[in-house]
């Protein structure tokens, strides 16, 4: 029987917003938990709330001798590699704000983070970004803070979906230029309403979002099942 482990964000950890309790609590019925019980298939989650690629390459080595157990490790950053740190744009708009994660940075980690997979015996396949929300997201980020200052730096609110968008590119790109597996969840909340999709904060998708995503996973990963899809190139 194939087994599969989980590394990323709080997208993968199956992370959304409950609006009743006004908190952020774990769906049983995330996209990675209806793939395993649908198909029957042990999947550890390693995924943590808050995830950047840098964390993820610490986590990947805390865990890297139980690795060689699984056949495959589902790998989802960039949602939390993007992000800035708004108070500090907020009171200095002026200034050059970096994301947490930059570009560069970002993929060479990434890369790193691959290599470690292969290198442990598992086989890498990465997850695109679901898309956000970009008026949800900036009422969000912008909560407590100078919102015209915040709006001011960014020119528009659509500059925080392209920013996002351009890091879900960069994996794309890595996943075609080492010929990585990926599944283009993103792909699924093209021309749909993603307000009914995503979380009141713009981010992190619903229950329905979760719904949908599971499908995309769901049938990319039966065929690699099948398959005995393997990852030749090298890095």
Known sequence: ?????????SVARGVIYDEKKEKYTFLK???????????????TNYAKFGCTITKGVELLKK????????????????????DYNWAEVAACPEKIHLPNVPF??????????????????????????????????FNWVSKGLNRENI????????TIYNWHAQYNEIVLEIAKKHQIPIIDIRKAFENRDCSELICKDGIHPNEKGHA????????????YLAQGHKVTAQL
């Open 104 to 137: 560069d940075v970002f993929k060479e980690r990434y890369e790193t983070v691959i290599k470690q997979v292969k290198m442990c015996g598992s086989r890498p396949i990465l997850l695109s970004l679901p898309p956000i929300e970009p008026n949800r997201f």
């Open 1 to 9: 029987m194939n087994s599969i482990c989980v590394f990323g964000d």
């Open 29 to 43: 019925n995330c996209f990675i938990n209806i793939f395993a019980e649908d198909f029957n298939i042990p999947v």
């Open 63 to 82: 865990h890297q001798e139980e690795l060689s157990k699984y056949d495959y490790t589902i790998l989802e950053f960039g949602g939390n590699d993007c």
């Open 151 to 158: 709006l001011k730096w960014l020119g528009t609110k659509e």
């Open 212 to 223: 949908l995503i599971s499908k995309s996973v769901s049938v990319s990963l039966a065929s």
